[in-house]
């Protein structure tokens, strides 16, 4: 597979080893990184950890997602649809910001998490009539 998107750096030397972090680690890896990117620090939530003479903490979903949405349409995007509130919830949202939309939705089963959706704008934390919050208990 060729990714054409991936960037050489000159001058960088690889990395000694990458990480990729799944659910609660995404969060807890903000213990450990001595570098973590803007976008991870928006979204709350680290899913690689490069690791060479620093241990830099990056979220790569946010790229992935506004990757996938170009694909198929063109921004802006009018409407976000977010099923879940976790750590890729919140990074959908980061995306959905890049992506120019304008009203978010997120549908979950835990307030607390739900909550924290709300904050992940870079705007600062979305208003009530632009986010629509939906909890359904089990």
Do not use: M
């Amino acid at each position: 597979l060729v990714f054409p998107e991936v960037e050489e750096h000159p001058g960088q030397t690889a990395p000694d080893v990458l990480h990729v972090l799944l659910w609660a680690l995404k969060e807890a890896a903000f213990t450990v990184a001595d570098e973590v990117s803007p976008v991870a620090l928006l979204a709350g939530s680290i899913n690689t950890l490069v690791c060479g003479d620093r241990l830099v903490a990056e979220n790569t979903d946010i790229h992935g997602i506004i990757a996938a949405v170009r694909e198929v349409t063109a921004p802006p995007v009018s409407r976000l649809v977010v099923i879940g509130s976790g750590a890729t919830a919140r990074s959908a949202i980061v995306a959905g910001s890049a992506l120019g939309v304008e009203t978010v939705t997120v549908v979950a089963r835990n307030r607390t998490t739900l909550e924290r959706c709300q904050a992940s704008s870079p705007q600062g934390p979305l208003p009530s009539g632009i986010f629509e919050k939906r909890y359904h208990a089990r």
